[in-house]
């Protein structure tokens, strides 16, 4: 199946949280309790693995959309439309329902995060995040080039990694609220974010190695 058909089978239309959003043609019987075998045949293109995925989940990936919009129907139904691409170019062998919707939520986070990178809310976080890195960097030049070192840096960044800077320090999250939302400690999403924060400084610091003084 062409990756230009997805959007004829999925078409956008605004998002229902409800359960007639599931309705779609029976697909022949595929089941997460065989996650491999309804994976591979995504991965092939299989237009019933992708009605099956859609009459399942479809309503519960709207609802994720819908909450990673903030309530933007519109951006939520983009959202999940993207998704479903990324299912169709990337999805891959996974072993079982909890893997592939960890995936899932992962790829629809990663489309958020794209989405969000083409307003201008993300270039004044980006600007904001910039400036509190750079009074940790000793920059001394009267030019800016860490802003874009550090868009740069942050797209090498896996995705969950990338939501997690994104939540903290562009959105502003608090550290508890992002605690309970990956089920950890406090304690262990602050040792998370230090060890990005090293690790985006020094990408920045290689990036810009002519114009920043070493610490």
Sequence with gaps: MPASDVTAIFPHQPVEISA???AMPEARDFSFADTPRLTNAL???????????????NAR????????AAGEEAIATELAQAVYLRIFKHIRNLPNEEVMWSWITRAARSA?????????????ALARFGEWLRCRLSWESDEDPVTEALDAALQQLDCADRAL??????????????????????????GRLARLRAHLKQRILNATRESLRQP
């Design 43 to 57: 991965a092939r293109g299989d237009e019933d693995a992708f009605r099956f995925l859609h009459a399942q989940w």
């Design 20 to 22: 007639a959003n599931s």
């Design 61 to 68: 990936l709207s609802r994720y959309c819908f909450a990673l």
């Design 165 to 190: 800077i994104e939540a903290r320090y562009f959105e502003r999250v608090p550290l508890e609220q992002i605690g309970a939302r990956l089920g950890v400690s406090t304690r262990a999403i602050e």
């Design 112 to 124: 958020a995060c794209d989405s969000r990178r083409v307003g201008g809310r993300y270039r004044r």
